[in-house]
């Protein structure tokens, strides 16, 4: 690759958006796919959700990959899963070109709201990390070890702790909780006063069905139940999960600050914005004490850091006026899209 460009890919739990930029921060090319996730999603769909809106972005820009002079794909889960050839001839290169890369999502994250080259970054979105950043690097990371064996905090966590306790009513092992009603109903499942009531084979018709659906998904879909226990900030078994899930987000904030409480501290993703820290929601004291004093960032766009982390690479600083503009041109870009596509 001896290009002038750099293409930059956040492939995330949810999504995946590849965005096409000059060097001067201007975006010429943006595309939105599925989940990229190779640990959630698989290395196979992973792989086609990246290659497939990297090359639109890429055509959307009226480019070639010839064109292209630095590559950086930030990946959620296991980015070991990815074959570097495929990624490589997937995107339409030859061989293996050296400028292609592939790194945490997390450092994507803490670009997009910082391009200070040391730094923290905590994100909690469908999955949950946190990283240190030091010269641009990770140094340490915290969490981000999936569904299976972590993700703290994450809304596949606050997801599943509501489905468990709607599970423990439905069977009556556990309290009432307003989560029910909610989760059945946006499933429609909710069939008269009292789903819980009917019973078949022993069970709860209403617990076999709910088995049935999250089954029927992969299981980082339980995130989608997420914003249910924020939607009921009066019930003692909703807010204990958001707790639970504040307690794990402390940990993970404790745990990158240390050694640099002064540096910036990025906070990223829909469950920490809209839920966890969502204006007043209250915060628990080990959160309280986990944030006190830092220099909180808001990231705004994990695509937009993935570009930023892209074009740090190949110099030692990011100009403002750069980052700033990317962020103009890339909301522009992608509003387009959204606008092609229609409903």
Same mark, same amino acid.
């Given at each position: 690759m001896t290009g002038s460009l750099v293409l930059a890919v956040d492939a995330g739990g949810t999504s995946t958006r590849a965005v096409v930029a000059d060097t001067g921060g201007t975006c010429l090319g943006y595309a939105a796919g599925?989940?990229?996730?190779? *640990?959630?999603?698989?290395?196979?769909?992973?792989?086609a959700a990246i290659t497939g809106s990297a090359r639109t972005a890429l055509a959307r820009a009226g480019r070639g990959a010839d064109e292209v002079g630095a590559v950086l794909v930030a990946v959620a889960g296991n980015r070991r899963l990815l074959d570097r050839a495929d990624l490589a001839r997937g995107l339409g290169f030859t061989g293996e070109p050296a400028q292609?890369? *592939?790194?945490? %999502?997390?450092?994507?994250? /803490? /670009?997009?709201g910082s391009a200070e080259p040391t730094g923290s970054a905590v994100v909690a979105g469908t999955g949950s990390v946190a990283a240190q950043v030091r010269e641009g690097r990770v140094a340490r990371a915290v969490g981000g070890c999936g569904?299976?064996? @972590?993700? @703290? !905090?994450?809304? $596949?966590?606050?997801?599943?702790?509501?489905?468990? #306790?709607?599970?423990?009513?439905?069977?009556? *092992?556990?309290? +009432?909780?307003?989560?029910?009603?909610?989760?059945l109903a946006s499933l429609d499942l909710a069939t008269g006063a009292d789903p819980g009531r009917a019973? =078949?084979?022993?069970?709860?018709? #209403?617990?076999?069905?709910?088995? %049935?659906?999250?089954?029927? =998904?992969?299981?980082? !879909?339980?995130?989608?139940? &997420?914003?249910?226990? $924020?939607?009921?900030?009066? %019930?003692?078994v909703a807010s204990a999960v958001v707790r639970s899930a504040q307690e794990d987000v402390a940990r993970l904030v404790?745990?990158?600050? =240390? !050694? &640099?409480p002064d540096a910036p501290?990025?906070? @990223?993703?829909?469950?920490?914005?809209? @839920?966890?820290?969502? +204006? !007043?929601?209250?915060? *628990? +004291?080990a959160l309280q004490l986990a944030l006190a004093g830092a220099d909180v960032r808001p990231a705004r766009d994990g695509a937009v850091g993935a570009a930023v982390a892209c074009l740090a690479a190949l110099g030692p600083t990011v100009p403002a006026e750069?980052?700033?503009?990317?962020?103009?041109?890339?909301?522009?870009?992608?509003?387009a899209a959204a606008t092609a596509s229609g409903p």
């Open positions: 599925s989940a990229g996730n190779p *640990t959630s999603a698989g290395p196979q769909a992973a792989l292609l890369r *592939t790194g945490p %999502d997390i450092l994507a994250m /803490y /670009y997009s569904w299976l064996l @972590g993700d @703290g !905090g994450s809304g $596949f966590a606050v997801g599943h702790a509501v489905v468990r #306790a709607v599970v423990a009513e439905l069977e009556g *092992t556990g309290p +009432p909780t307003a989560l029910t009603g909610l989760l019973v =078949e084979e022993g069970r709860p018709r #209403a617990l076999q069905a709910l088995m %049935d659906v999250c089954y029927a =998904e992969r299981p980082v !879909g339980l995130a989608r139940h &997420a914003p249910l226990a $924020f939607a009921a900030p009066e %019930d003692p404790a745990a990158v600050r =240390e !050694g &640099a501290l990025v906070l @990223g993703g829909s469950v920490l914005h809209h @839920g966890l820290l969502a +204006p !007043g929601r209250p915060v *628990t +004291p750069v980052v700033q503009r990317l962020h103009r041109t890339v909301a522009a870009r992608r509003a």
